[in-house]
């Protein structure tokens, strides 16, 4: 386990925060601030200890430099409103400017710098660029799980430069997810849906050795069926996600774990909530039509082996929720999660959490990852760079 913000000196210093405030805007407003509620309680201690609070994070992905429609001011704007203090907005976040600003800080006060990855060198974890962020504090606290998986500046480098524990954020990832998998109760039932195989094949495969069965939904099942020799129609498909299916295909039959894959679909002549739509079997997706959400037959099917489980990590909705049409597979399947009152349900991954959202299921989840990347590269066994960089307990 790594050292916590309780378990360092904070009374009075400069304590630089990595928190993961990557957030959607619409008309230059929050909309939905799951991300920022989550870090409060991080923020909140280190106030309470006399702290003066640096807080860095990136939005977006920038290509060019500054963009202003990734600036971080809505977000200053809402962790103002949330906090009940005003969050000093800076322009930068390195530089004389800063940090003649970041002096006039009081103690207990909150700032903000501007997003990070307007700076390429963020990415490049470039040595000088942490540097000139590590001047800014005398402690770095990395309460940002979401992008621990990511060996950049501003989540490995300044950590190797500073007196660096988690926050509560990161420690209670950690927890949930070591929990998830060291010391699972059975049947364990993994849900993956979204759209990349590729992103999901360690999971599988590790979870192919002690799960019990693995629900797989959205787009990626068409990689598994193709593997099968079903016509997909025009339905999305990563064609390097075919041999991979394939590979974790044959894992299954030499293994415990069952791989369950939609026997329908609701299938559509367009990508839209307009398009023309109609149930079919898996093996009769008409020419030129997309899958876009599991049939009514596969989501009975995905709830009563939910409805069975002890543990059960989702990752992924099971169409293109967004759209109404091609709802209610992901629909059924954040109830089921919802209603697991006998097991330990956990979820992550950004889609997940905004179907779980849309439902107004997220409070009914035991745990609700903040990372998706993260989560799946933790879980899949890899060391994380943010992570590892930090003291030991």
């Known amino acids: 386990m790594k050292k916590t913000v309780k378990e360092i000196d904070v009374v009075g210093k400069r304590v630089l925060v990595r928190v993961d405030f990557n957030v959607p805007l ?7 601030d799951t991300r920022i509620r989550a870090a409060l309680g991080t923020i909140n201690y280190l106030r309470q ?4 609070v640096i807080l860095i994070s990136h939005l977006g992905r920038p290509k060019d430099g500054p963009d202003d429609a990734l600036r971080m001011d809505p977000i200053a704007a809402r962790l103002s409103d949330l906090l009940g203090v005003e969050v000093m907005k800076l322009n930068d976040c390195i530089g004389p400017e800063v940090e003649a600003r970041l002096a006039e800080l009081p103690s207990g006060g909150v700032a903000l710098l501007e997003n ?13 660029f942490a540097a000139a962020l590590a001047r800014l504090a005398d402690v770095f606290v990395n309460d940002a799980f979401g992008t621990a998986h990511r060996a950049h500046a501003s989540t490995a480098g300044v950590a190797a430069l500073l007196p660096s524990v988690a926050g509560f954020l990161l420690e209670n990832e950690l927890l949930q997810l070591n929990h998830l998998i060291a010391h699972p109760k059975h049947p364990f039932v993994t849900i993956l849906g979204g759209v990349k195989v590729s992103d999901k094949i360690g999971v599988i495969d590790r979870f192919l050795d002690f799960a019990d069965a693995i629900i797989i939904g959205g787009a990626m099942c068409f990689g598994f069926l193709k593997a099968q020799g079903i016509d997909i129609g025009a339905s999305k498909v990563e ?8 590979a974790a295909l044959e894992k ?3 293994s415990k774990c069952r791989i369950m894959l939609p026997v329908d679909l609701v299938v559509a002549d367009e990508f839209a909530a307009e398009a023309h739509a109609q149930i079919v079997r898996v093996e009769q997706i008409p020419e030129g039509w997309m899958g876009l959400d599991i049939g009514p037959a596969t989501s009975a099917h995905y709830v009563r082996e939910i409805q069975m489980a002890r543990t059960i990590f989702w990752n992924g909705p099971m169409g293109a929720f967004e759209m109404e049409p ?4 992901t629909r059924a399947v954040a109830s089921a999660v919802a209603n697991a009152d006998d097991a330990l349900t956990v979820s992550g991954g950004g889609d997940t959490v905004a179907a779980l959202n849309r439902y107004g299921l997220a409070d009914n989840l035991d745990h609700v990852s903040t990372g998706g ?3 799946m590269e933790f879980l899949e066994g890899k ?3 943010g992570i590892a960089v930090l003291q030991d307990a």
């Open 26 to 32: 619409e008309n230059g407003a929050v909309v939905d």
């Open 239 to 246: 064609e390097e996600a075919i041999g991979v299916a394939a």
């Open 326 to 329: 091609f709802s209610s597979g």
């Open 49 to 52: 200890a006399g702290s003066r």
């Open 252 to 254: 299954a039959k030499s």
């Open 373 to 375: 990347g993260a989560s």
């Open 383 to 385: 060391e994380l760079p």
């Open 116 to 128: 990070s990855r307007f700076h390429p060198e963020e990415k490049k974890n470039d040595p000088e």
